[in-house]
């Protein structure tokens, strides 16, 4: 596609059920990258991909937090047990490769809303 | 922990006027990347800076480095009302692909 598009663009979930966030980035792109931003914050950074596997997942906030990207292309984010503080605004970015001059297109974001 | 504090938090023009946001960060960058944002959703790539740049120009915009000051300006000329948003600096530091985002400035362009 012409950019990062992300699935779905709302969840509403109760506290204590399993999410999962999808994203899917621009074709070619084999770096993947993974934010969330809250209200009246930038975003900060989870976990990024280079192909298939999590090459920085320092920034996942603990253990109920886990990304996938099987096949080095769409990327899943599944948070269980969600709380409260999960809500948040969740984007991916995705770049042509990991080098430091490369630029992070993002996408639109999904709202997620733990009730 | 933020790399990036953009001032001020928040700024309002007349349209036709000039914008100027300025970037402070705190460690060693391989570059910075400056984005806007409409309603607290998807993130419009800018311009990116690298570390050995002192100015960029992309269009009404102009940004500036300074590595020896850790800081950074984005310069819009000529505002219109859809530049109305919020803009953000992000820097990759050593070692490092995360982005490190500050938390933003607001800007409000009046018709």
């Known amino acids: 596609g012409a950019g990062v598009s992300q699935t779905p663009s709302n969840k509403v979930t109760e506290k204590g059920k399993y999410v999962e966030l999808r994203c899917d980035p621009i074709s070619g792109h084999t770096a993947l990258y993974w934010y969330r931003q809250s209200l009246g914050q930038g975003p900060e950074f989870l976990i990024y991909?280079?192909?298939?596997?999590?090459?920085?997942d320092s920034g996942l906030p603990n253990d109920r937090f886990f990304a996938v990207r099987p096949e080095g292309s769409v990327s899943t984010l599944k948070i269980q047990r969600t709380e409260r503080g999960d809500s948040a605004v969740y984007l991916c970015a995705s770049s042509r490769g990991l080098a430091v001059y490369n630029e992070q297109f993002f996408g639109p974001g999904t709202r997620l809303t733990v009730l | 922990s933020q790399q990036g504090e953009e001032d001020p938090q928040a700024l309002s023009i007349q349209e036709g006027e000039n914008a100027t946001m300025n970037c402070s960060y705190k460690t060693s960058i391989n570059n910075l990347q400056w984005y806007r944002q409409n309603s607290g959703r998807g993130l419009v790539h800018l311009i990116l800076i690298r570390s050995n740049e002192r100015e960029k120009h992309s269009g009404r915009l102009r940004v500036t480095l300074d590595t020896s000051k850790k800081s950074s300006s984005l310069l819009i000329t000529a505002s219109r009302a859809a530049d109305t948003a919020s803009y953000f600096c992000a820097g990759s530091g050593a070692g490092s692909y995360q982005l490190t985002f500050g938390k933003g400035t607001k800007l409000s362009v009046i018709p």
């Open positions: 991909f280079q192909g298939t596997g999590a090459a920085d």
